[in-house]
């Protein structure tokens, strides 16, 4: 069972993924066109992830030159994206925020300008040779801060649900992975190269990524549907 871990994670976060968006109707259109858009940051990331960070086991490898992945890294990114999404806009309903706008082209295509800019980011803080989980959380830091920086509302709310995020993703390792695969941090985690902090066991790289993954997905439909580029909400 231990090699096939990241296979049945990623569609655990899937199965969670289906059941809020057919229970949340109204969260639809953010969980879907944020999960669709930003899936492909899982596959990419591996380009420096795999093997530095940690080297998890596919159901099939694929390799394309230096840069191996499997479909596990899409579904999981698809999955925490729209998570993420659909846990902002339930607290966002909750505290008042209009309906979310339907998507648009405009919305869309600044949706990927913005990935366009995570993925530029990268390549330049990676190649200044910075670990590659380092690398990854400063993007997603960066970004989330450019794209939040005029909407106060919505930035305060988002941490929020990001601590929200990385606590739901804390329980998931100590309830049912590591019950599960004992063995699984030491086997397919490349511990010489996290920072050493562990929290429960488990490198504490793991809970700031949650937190600044759902800080940027989170919002990012809401911001992204604003009329300008900084414009306010």
């Not at 405009?106 to 949706?111: D, I």
């Not at 990927?112 to 830091?141: D, E, P, Q, R, Y």
């Not at 490198?203 to 600044?212: H, L, R, V």
């Amino acid at each position: 069972m231990l090699p096939y871990f990241y296979t049945i994670s990623s569609f655990f976060f899937l199965a969670i993924w289906f059941l809020l968006y057919i229970f949340l109707p109204q969260c639809r259109r953010s969980i879907f066109w944020t999960s669709w858009n930003f899936a492909p940051a899982g596959p990419i990331t591996e380009y420096w992830h795999y093997s530095e960070y940690w080297y998890p086991p596919y159901l099939v490898d694929i390799i394309i030159g230096n840069w191996y992945f499997g479909v596990e890294d899409y579904i999981l990114a698809f999955s925490i994206a729209g998570i993420s999404s659909a846990i902002f806009e339930i607290l966002a309903f909750k505290k008042g925020l209009e309906n979310i706008p339907a998507v648009s082209a405009k919305t869309y295509f600044k949706m990927k300008f913005w990935g366009v800019i995570g993925f530029g980011l990268m390549i330049i803080i990676a190649s200044v040779g910075l670990n590659s989980m380092i690398a990854i959380i400063l993007t997603m830091a960066i970004v989330a801060l450019i794209i939040q920086y005029r909407h106060l509302n919505i930035f305060s709310l988002a941490i929020r649900v990001a601590v929200i995020f990385t606590i739901i993703y804390w329980l998931y390792f100590i309830i049912l992975l590591i019950p599960i695969f004992p063995s699984v941090i030491k086997t397919y985690w490349n511990l010489k190269n996290t920072c050493g902090i562990r929290l429960t066991g488990i490198p504490i790289e793991e809970f700031i990524w949650a937190f600044f993954a759902c800080l940027f997905a989170g919002p990012v439909y809401r911001v992204c549907s604003t009329k300008t580029l900084f414009g306010k909400y």
